[in-house]
């Protein structure tokens, strides 16, 4: 994709951690755009089949995480790791994988994939 090509708008269905919610599970729904992720921003956007898979999870994400100064570097803001799962995995893999400077987006619908032509 060449900068400067705007992205379809979608929402993403994500849960994020919320300290004023007590209990065993403290995140909350929370619907996320498009433009919430990518907008104003220099961003990497990479995509996966999916999260959990060996080479995924051995190569790919950790190979963005260990980089993550270099991209920085260069101007990049934000790196996206994006695959067809609900938010429920994406988290899970992300906090099992360790990954400290990569943001996960769960496109469980499959539509951002669809309209982005991937």
Not at 20 to 38: L, M
Request: charged residues 25%; aromatic residues 12%; glycine residues 8%.
């Amino acid at each position: 994709m060449k900068p400067g090509i705007n992205v379809p708008n979608v929402t993403f269905k994500t849960r994020v951690r919320d300290e004023s919610i007590e209990g065993s599970n403290p995140f909350r729904w929370e619907d996320k755009t498009s433009e919430d992720f990518f907008k104003g921003k220099r961003v990497v956007l990479f995509s996966l089949p999916g999260a959990f898979t060996p080479t995924c999870s051995t190569y790919q994400l950790p190979g963005f995480e260990n980089n993550f100064a270099a991209f920085q570097e260069h101007g990049i803001d934000a790196i996206y790791c994006l695959s067809v799962n609900d938010s429920f995995v994406m988290n899970k893999w992300k906090e099992m994988q360790g990954v400290q400077n990569i943001d996960v987006i769960p496109d469980g619908s499959g539509e951002f994939t669809r309209r982005m032509g991937m």
